[in-house]
């Protein structure tokens, strides 16, 4: 080992010495102990932004998948002419899919955008609540009638009963599948009587009322004949307005046949055989054979995000356990 090699090991060996290192040293190694926990801090942080991110694109690419109907729905093109189509899809009632606001809304946006040339209601309804049913009713004859030049079909898909017709019979025609089920013409009102559960069980009912008649078809207290004579009016009014929506929306192309309005349902077949339905055909054929315009442009609402990742179950069996007891329905 030659003097230069000795010198410079003693030069490392001396400053290694605590005592021989340079003043402010240990400030220099925490900054840049800081200085390199500041940096491992940023890598980290862009990393779980980027991981972040990666997660929602993920999470939005299911939801648009599963729920890209309803959820990013859009009209679309609007130079291109168009049919309009405008979903009454399931119960009809206030708050579901298929509720007089939601509809409304729909024909009324399709019928004021210029590149629709014609409009279906596409029903696919077991029937539900009269007053929605009507609703909907009144407020697209009222848009045909602004609205002249734009024509409104209905079509049915596989079931257009009761409430769900009296929507149809609002359409300037109706038409079906040959297998569709259609009618149902009448209303009903059902619920339950326990008071023979109660007597077995031994359960006494105890029911304080203000109003001779504000325990109206109490399931929990025997039947009143008075009470079931003024449900049965009740029944006969709404039936009434249904048969003159019925007629007033289907004219001349209705049968006499007084089956129509006995509750029966029939085929599509033979709908149009009474005149509750024009023909047979579906959305596309309607669209392309009678509109000439065959792209199909959904104008009906969306539903919101929470109803649609929940189902509304929760609600739904609510309001089914708290109505099912005493109800009105047009059918169903």
């Given at each position: 080992?030659?003097?230069?090699?000795?010198?410079?090991?003693?030069?490392?060996?001396?400053?290694?010495?605590?005592?021989?290192?340079?003043?402010?040293?240990e400030r220099s190694i925490i900054e840049k102990l800081a200085t390199e926990s500041l940096k491992e801090q940023k890598r980290a942080r862009r990393w779980g932004i980027f991981f972040k991110l990666l997660g929602f694109g993920y999470l939005a690419a299911v939801m648009l998948?599963?729920?890209?109907?309803?959820?990013?729905?859009?009209?679309g093109s609007m130079d291109e002419k168009h049919t309009a189509i405008v979903d009454v899809s399931g119960p009809i009632a206030s708050g579901e899919p298929a509720s007089a606001d939601r509809i409304v809304a729909g024909v009324k946006a399709a019928f004021e955008d210029e590149s629709t040339a014609g409009i279906i209601l596409r029903i696919n309804s077991p029937g539900g609540s009269p007053v929605?049913?009507?609703?909907?009713?009144?407020?697209?004859?009222?848009?045909?009638?602004?609205?002249?030049?734009?024509?409104?079909?209905?079509?049915?898909?596989?079931?257009?009963?009761?409430?769900?017709?009296?929507?149809?019979?609002?359409?300037?025609k109706i038409y079906a599948d040959k297998g569709s089920l259609v009618?149902?013409?009448?209303?009903?009102?059902?619920?339950?009587?326990?008071?023979?559960?109660m007597d077995k069980l031994g359960v006494e009912r105890r029911l304080i009322t203000s109003g001779n008649n504000k325990a109206f078809l109490d399931?929990?207290?025997?039947?009143?004949?008075?009470?079931?004579?003024?449900?049965?009016t009740l029944l006969e009014d709404i039936h009434q307005q249904f048969k003159s929506a019925v007629r007033e929306g289907r004219?001349?192309?209705?049968?006499?046949?007084?089956?129509?309005?006995?509750?029966?349902?029939?085929?599509?077949?033979?709908?149009?055989?009474?005149?509750?339905?024009?023909?047979?055909?579906?959305?596309?054929?309607?669209?392309?054979?009678?509109?000439?315009?065959?792209?199909?442009?959904?104008?009906?609402?969306?539903?919101?995000?929470?109803?649609?990742?929940?189902?509304?179950?929760?609600?739904?069996?609510?309001?089914?356990?708290?109505?099912?007891?005493?109800t009105i329905r047009v059918g169903e």
């Open positions: 080992m030659n003097n230069d090699q000795r010198w410079t090991q003693g030069e490392r060996v001396r400053h290694d010495r605590p005592s021989e290192r340079r003043p402010g040293w998948l599963a729920f890209g109907k309803g959820l990013f729905q859009w009209p929605q049913s009507g609703r909907v009713f009144d407020e697209v004859r009222r848009l045909r009638e602004e609205h002249p030049d734009t024509p409104l079909y209905a079509v049915i898909e596989d079931l257009s009963a009761s409430g769900g017709y009296y929507i149809a019979a609002s359409a300037e009618g149902s013409i009448g209303v009903r009102s059902g619920g339950f009587g326990f008071v023979g559960t399931p929990f207290s025997p039947v009143k004949a008075d009470e079931v004579a003024h449900m049965e004219g001349e192309a209705l049968s006499d046949d007084p089956a129509i309005f006995s509750g029966l349902i029939w085929t599509g077949e033979q709908a149009v055989e009474n005149g509750l339905v024009d023909g047979l055909g579906s959305e596309m054929t309607v669209a392309r054979d009678i509109f000439e315009a065959e792209k199909l442009v959904n104008f009906t609402p969306a539903e919101n995000l929470l109803t649609q990742l929940t189902g509304g179950v929760g609600v739904s069996v609510a309001k089914r356990l708290l109505t099912e007891l005493s």
